[in-house]
């Protein structure tokens, strides 16, 4: 047993003394596209390796554990499941200086011993403490899912009675100021409206924040329940004029505000900011090749693309079971990577192609919003909408969905109904140059002053 414990003790200080113990908690602040998300992994020794396990907090309090570690000679690997995203880096005792990979695009990622804090990017646009307004956190249930949602309740005095508009964010998870690129849409649009005497609630998405659930098992058909939870929250507060009860939505925020008001007479209007009127297939081959041409991507590399997405998306479309629909499109991606080999090695490699697709989407969502019909929905809208759009937004098209939507609300016979395409707006509603998301983050401005009025002005004509 003594000689046992010498050579154990033995082992052990001379991991010490060459700097190689790399088990531990290391924490490290991602930057994709101006998100800084903070990273944390937890590394544990196995009996024959190591296992990691990966958090991205700003995202989710859940944990991945990663599919394979290594550690050799300072070198320490990690990646996870299918290889959709790796981490690799050099260790050097009080630091992993690597490089972080998914979807074929790099970026570095050093690693320290020492917590991270949520980096604060002020905008101009964001509102000083203290505010001139009553603000209150509030948590209430979704009880068809049994789900828990958490947001933020602001009114423009304590007392009193006021309309109200619930905010609906955009595809992914989303917290409820909507934070993205280093911007926070939600938490400038409810200051402008709060101060103009209406009331906002914006709330954490399902599994992001203080909010419960899984996002990525729910579907734009669960989000919309999540916005009927927070409908009949909003009826039990007495400071709340339950007869002006309104939705803005952003993006698939913009797709849920229909769904919801078509079948709800609780909802009294409906704001939409670049939502969809033609169909995701549709939206998905535009917005690949618009955001492809504006990077200066190569006309043949644009062109594959759209071929293979066009028939992947039909193969999505039809499918019944998550898990056959993965090793069809698995199938059908590695031949068509391997007949383009070329034109994919430059951005990646047909391993990397492939497990990308099938994170982006092989997916639940997307099997349901490929199956969706906007039009139809906006054609059962009765109450009062107003329809904005960006015309320089790449991700959803103006040009091809504004036109559906006006189509669609002349056979609804909505008489209360006003669009408004913005010249020189993106997808943020941010004045830019080439509407590109990755100009999102330079950008200063967070949202048009002359949309923030639009939508004040519009909403008082109909509440007076």
Same mark, same amino acid.
């Given at each position: 047993?003594?000689?046992?414990? =010498?050579?154990?003790?033995?082992?052990?200080?001379?991991?010490?003394?060459?700097?190689?113990?790399?088990?531990?908690?290391?924490?490290?602040?991602?930057?994709?596209?101006?998100?800084?998300?903070? =990273?944390?992994?937890?590394?544990?020794?196995?009996?024959?390796?190591?296992?990691?396990?990966?958090?991205?907090?700003?995202?989710?309090?859940?944990?991945?554990?990663?599919?394979?570690?290594?550690?050799?000679?300072?070198?320490?690997?990690?990646?996870?499941?299918?290889?959709?995203?790796?981490?690799?880096?050099?260790?050097?005792?009080?630091?992993?200086?690597?490089?972080?990979?998914?979807?074929?695009?790099?970026?570095?990622?050093?690693?320290?011993?020492?917590?991270?804090?949520?980096?604060?990017?002020?905008?101009?646009? +964001?509102?000083?403490?203290?505010?001139?307004?009553?603000?209150?956190?509030?948590?209430?249930?979704?009880? !068809?899912?049994r789900?828990?949602?958490?947001?933020?309740?602001?009114?423009?005095?304590?007392?009193?009675?006021?309309?109200?508009?619930?905010?609906?964010?955009?595809?992914?998870?989303?917290?409820?100021?909507?934070?993205?690129?280093?911007?926070?849409?939600?938490?400038?649009?409810?200051?402008?409206?709060?101060?103009?005497?209406?009331?906002?609630?914006?709330?954490?998405?399902?599994?992001?924040?203080?909010?419960?659930?899984?996002?990525?098992?729910?579907?734009?058909?669960?989000?919309?329940?999540?916005?009927?939870?927070?409908?009949?929250?909003?009826k039990?507060?007495?400071?709340?004029?339950?007869?002006?009860?309104?939705?803005?939505?952003?993006?698939?925020?913009?797709?849920?505000?229909?769904?919801?008001?078509?079948?709800?007479s609780?909802?009294?209007?409906?704001?939409?900011?670049?939502?969809?009127?033609?169909?995701?297939?549709?939206?998905?081959?535009?917005?690949?090749?618009?955001?492809?041409?504006?990077?200066?991507e190569? +006309?043949?590399?644009?062109?594959?693309?759209?071929?293979?997405?066009?028939?992947?998306?039909?193969?999505?479309?039809?499918?019944?079971?998550?898990?056959?629909?993965?090793?069809?499109?698995?199938?059908?991606?590695?031949?068509?990577?391997?007949?383009?080999?070329?034109? =994919?090695?430059?951005?990646?490699?047909?391993? +990397?192609?492939?497990?990308?697709?099938?994170?982006?989407?092989?997916?639940?969502?997307?099997?349901?919003?490929?199956?969706?019909?906007?039009? +139809?929905?906006?054609?059962?809208?009765?109450?009062?909408?107003? =329809?904005?759009?960006?015309?320089?937004?790449?991700?959803?098209?103006?040009?091809a969905?504004?036109?559906?939507?006006?189509?669609?609300?002349q056979?609804?016979?909505?008489k209360?109904?006003?669009?408004?395409?913005?010249p020189?707006?993106?997808?943020?509603?941010?004045?830019?140059?080439?509407?590109?998301?990755?100009?999102? !983050?330079?950008i200063?401005?967070?949202?048009?002053?002359?949309?923030?009025?639009d939508?004040?002005?519009?909403?008082?004509?109909?509440?007076?």
């Open positions: 047993m003594k000689t046992v414990y =010498i050579l154990s003790l033995f082992f052990i200080m001379a991991l010490q003394l060459n700097g190689q113990d790399i088990t531990g908690k290391w924490y490290g602040l991602l930057d994709p596209q101006g998100e800084a998300l903070r =990273i944390t992994l937890d590394i544990e020794q196995t009996k024959r390796s190591y296992k990691t396990t990966f958090y991205s907090i700003d995202q989710t309090s859940e944990g991945f554990e990663m599919k394979r570690t290594k550690f050799k000679d300072s070198r320490y690997t990690t990646k996870a499941l299918l290889g959709l995203f790796r981490y690799s880096g050099t260790f050097t005792g009080d630091s992993i200086k690597g490089t972080f990979k998914q979807f074929g695009m790099e970026f570095p990622l050093v690693l320290t011993r020492q917590e991270i804090e949520k980096p604060v990017f002020k905008r101009a646009q +964001e509102p000083e403490l203290p505010l001139p307004y009553y603000t209150e956190d509030v948590k209430f249930a979704n009880n !068809s899912d789900d828990t949602l958490a947001g933020t309740l602001t009114l423009p005095e304590k007392e009193g009675k006021y309309p109200a508009v619930i905010l609906i964010s955009g595809s992914g998870p989303q917290n409820r100021d909507e934070e993205l690129a280093r911007h926070k849409p939600f938490l400038v649009l409810s200051d402008y409206l709060t101060r103009n005497g209406i009331a906002v609630l914006r709330y954490d998405d399902r599994g992001v924040g203080e909010s419960t659930g899984c996002h990525e098992c729910a579907t734009t058909a669960d989000f919309a329940s999540d916005v009927k939870a927070v409908i009949e929250y909003l039990s507060r007495n400071e709340i004029d339950i007869d002006n009860i309104g939705l803005i939505g952003h993006s698939e925020g913009g797709m849920i505000a229909p769904m919801v008001a078509s079948e709800n609780d909802v009294s209007f409906i704001v939409t900011l670049a939502a969809p009127g033609v169909s995701l297939k549709e939206i998905v081959l535009k917005q690949n090749e618009s955001i492809s041409r504006a990077e200066g190569s +006309e043949e590399k644009i062109a594959m693309d759209r071929n293979i997405t066009d028939k992947a998306m039909d193969m999505i479309a039809e499918a019944e079971d998550i898990d056959v629909l993965k090793k069809q499109l698995s199938k059908y991606l590695k031949k068509e990577a391997r007949k383009n080999k070329k034109l =994919i090695k430059k951005e990646s490699g047909v391993k +990397e192609y492939v497990n990308s697709y099938l994170s982006e989407y092989a997916n639940v969502w997307m099997i349901y919003a490929l199956n969706y019909n906007a039009a +139809e929905y906006f054609e059962k809208v009765q109450c009062p909408s107003l =329809i904005l759009n960006g015309k320089k937004d790449l991700q959803v098209d103006s040009e969905n504004l036109p559906v939507i006006k189509k669609a609300f056979n609804s016979g909505n209360e109904v006003k669009t408004i395409e913005y020189n707006l993106n997808h943020l509603f941010q004045e830019c140059n080439t509407g590109s998301p990755s100009e999102y !983050s330079s200063e401005e967070t949202i048009s002053p002359m949309v923030l009025a939508i004040k002005t519009w909403i008082k004509s109909i509440i007076d």
